[in-house]
């Protein structure tokens, strides 16, 4: 049973209000999570090993530490525990899911977080990312059923956390069968990842990552920034000239190392706004109360500038890190660079003034 509202409105009654922390784990969009609560005036935890604290010590963002052994620890009863003494809320963002556990998050955490604690399992399921977005209306790319339908580009991904490793691109099924030779061979893929081999239309544009804040309190859709992404090897391939990248023979792989900040051509920005509203919208019919706070669409935009989605995150992603000192379009709302991090913490305070924090924690 995902925990529901009510007992974490009980925990956050527990709270004393006055002296609410924001914490989160050392990893992912830390860094601007807690340097926008402290700039929002809250006092700030971070949960990490002896191995990585160094960003937050050197950058100096967290008020307090809970070190543990290992990131798969921060869904223990001690550290719940203390969380709880700090008067915590935590921003989940996509290594604190992936460390804690999806299930855990759901049905163990008894801490209140940021945002709406049913939506995860949209993003994380393909399934079900798949429909949220197609029946919000969003276009997605066509998806392959099995090898044999291959006939257009494809990009065949493999699951998990391995993060873009082993992806390769093929237009037919005998390429198909002869790539994933080659990395059977070179031990990069296993059966099993064979067997859940996720195949879909290869879309030639160029990569926006779309990123919202959805504001309960306001209702209103903010775009806060856009990046595009920086990933390894591929990006490096593209430096090799194409006779030399034949003699080389590399996998290219789209293991993600950084973000770079991007804005998008002014008039695609009124598709933008209403790709953001629709996917808000449908959310709050499929997954009550819907999208709270941060949401991104990873989107490619053909040469008929259409937007096509590849991706959601339903929370915080990694690309809002290329603006923690906020985007253009973060600076338009607010004429000051506001990053995300900040944006989650100003609609924490506004809750608490408002006396509405149940409208954005659960
Ligand atoms: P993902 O693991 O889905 O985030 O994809 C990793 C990377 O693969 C993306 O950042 C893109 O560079 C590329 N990619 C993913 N899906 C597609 C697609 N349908 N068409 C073209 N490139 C894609
Ligand atoms: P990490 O804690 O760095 O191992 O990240 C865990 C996961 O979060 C990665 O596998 C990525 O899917 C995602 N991630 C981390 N950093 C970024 C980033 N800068 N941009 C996009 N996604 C990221």
Redesign the pocket.
């Known amino acids: 049973m995902v925990i529901s509202r009510e007992e974490i409105l009980e925990v956050f009654h527990g709270y004393s209000r006055d002296e609410i922390t924001v914490a989160t784990l050392g990893s992912h969009t830390a860094l601007h999570i807690l340097k926008g609560a402290k700039l929002e005036g809250f006092s700030t935890v971070v949960i990490t090993t002896r191995e990585r604290d160094v960003p937050y010590k050197r950058f100096n963002v967290a008020d307090r530490y809970i070190y543990v052994e290992r990131f798969s620890e921060i869904s223990n009863e001690e550290v719940q525990e203390r969380l709880r003494e700090m008067n915590a809320i935590v921003v989940p963002h996509g290594s604190f899911i992936a460390y804690c556990g999806l299930e855990r998050l759901e049905e163990d955490f008894q801490v209140p977080i940021f945002g709406n604690r049913r939506i995860l399992r949209w993003e994380s399921q393909r399934d079900l990312e798949r429909k949220l977005l197609r029946e919000s209306g969003l276009r997605v790319?066509r998806r392959y059923e099995s090898p044999e339908e291959i006939d257009a580009p494809v990009?065949v991904?493999f699951p998990g956390a391995r993060?873009?490793r082993g992806?390769f691109i093929c237009s037919s099924k005998e390429e198909f069968w002869r790539k994933i030779g080659i990395l059977k061979e070179k031990g990069l893929i296993s059966q099993e990842d064979l067997e859940n081999a996720h195949i879909?239309?290869?879309?030639?544009g160029t990569?926006f990552c779309l990123h919202y804040f959805y504001s309960p309190l306001k209702d209103r859709v903010e775009l806060m920034g856009i990046d595009r992404?920086y990933?390894s090897n591929?990006d490096g391939l593209v430096r090799i000239p194409a006779r030399d990248q034949l003699e080389l023979e590399v996998e290219p792989s789209?293991v993600?190392t950084g973000n770079i900040p991007v804005v998008i051509r002014e008039s695609l920005l009124p598709q933008v706004f209403e790709m953001g509203d629709k996917l808000v919208e449908k959310s709050r019919e499929l997954v009550p109360p819907g999208m709270i706070g941060p949401f991104c669409l990873?989107t490619?935009c053909n040469e008929n500038l259409e937007l096509?989605v590849?991706?959601m995150s339903a929370r915080i992603d990694g690309g809002t890190n290329s603006f923690m000192n906020g985007s253009p379009y973060s600076f338009l709302y607010h004429g000051e660079p506001l990053s995300m991090g900040q944006r989650i913490a100003r609609e924490i305070r506004l809750a608490l003034e408002m006396d509405m924090i149940e409208k954005v924690i659960s």
Not at 200 to 204: D, H, K, Q
């Open positions: 790319p990009i991904k993060g873009g992806y879909e239309e290869y879309v030639v990569n992404r990933e591929i789209y993600i990873q490619l096509i590849f991706e």
